[in-house]
Structures are given as C-alpha cells and as structure tokens.
C-alpha cells in the first residue's frame, strides 16, 4: 500500500513537472514573439518617420537652394551651399557622432525589447 501511494507520488510529480516545462516553454514562446513583434512595429513606425522626412528634408533642401540662388543671382551657388552643408554634417556624424549614436539606438532597443511596463 504505502509502495502504491509512494507510486502514485512520483507519477503526479511527474506529470506535474512535465506541464510546468511545457507552460514554461509556452510562456517563452509568447514572451519571444511579444518582443519580436514590438521590434518589428517600431522598425515599420521608424522607416515611415524616417521616409516622411527624408521627404521633407529633401524639398526644403530644394526650396532653400533656391532661395540662396535667387539671394545671389548665381543659379548653381545655392546648391553648391546646400550640398556642401550635407557633407560637412556627413563627415561630423561619421567622425565625432559614432559612439553617441551607437549608446543613443542601444538605449532606445533595449528599451523597447526589455520594457514590461510599457503601456500600449
């Protein structure tokens, strides 16, 4: 008898241990993909940012090459001024901005992947 009920409590710890593995690796999964899924809507919300601005960048580029062309009655010098700003803020941020914004998208995606308590 008590070879029985010894039995029977190895056999419901089993079968205990067994559903708390597959709840645990349910919960990982669901946990996964909750991360998974975060990071991907903030890589879509961040390409349309990034597109729309890019657009407007690009024609307030052109409406202020204009205006420093029309400024100086050289057709080509507002552009010249224009694109000559672009590249030295290009040379600055891949010179001096590396490191920073390298700490700047470390922050931002490890708060977004390890931010429980963020609300929806």
Request: glycine share 6%.
């Amino acid at each position: 008898m008590a070879f029985e009920k010894l039995s029977d409590s190895v056999q419901e710890l089993k079968d205990s241990i067994q559903a708390y593995s597959e709840s645990s690796a349910e919960y990982y999964k669901l946990k996964a993909f909750k991360s998974g899924m975060k990071g991907a809507i903030t890589l879509v919300r961040v390409l349309l940012l990034v597109t729309f601005a890019s657009l407007a960048v690009i024609m307030l580029s052109f409406a202020v090459a204009i205006l420093i062309s029309q400024a100086t009655e050289i057709a080509s010098l507002g552009y010249f001024i224009v694109g000559g700003f672009y590249l030295l803020v290009g040379i600055l941020c891949f010179t001096v901005g590396k490191k920073p914004i390298r700490k700047f998208m470390l922050k931002k995606a490890s708060g977004i992947v390890f931010n429980e308590n963020e609300e929806e």
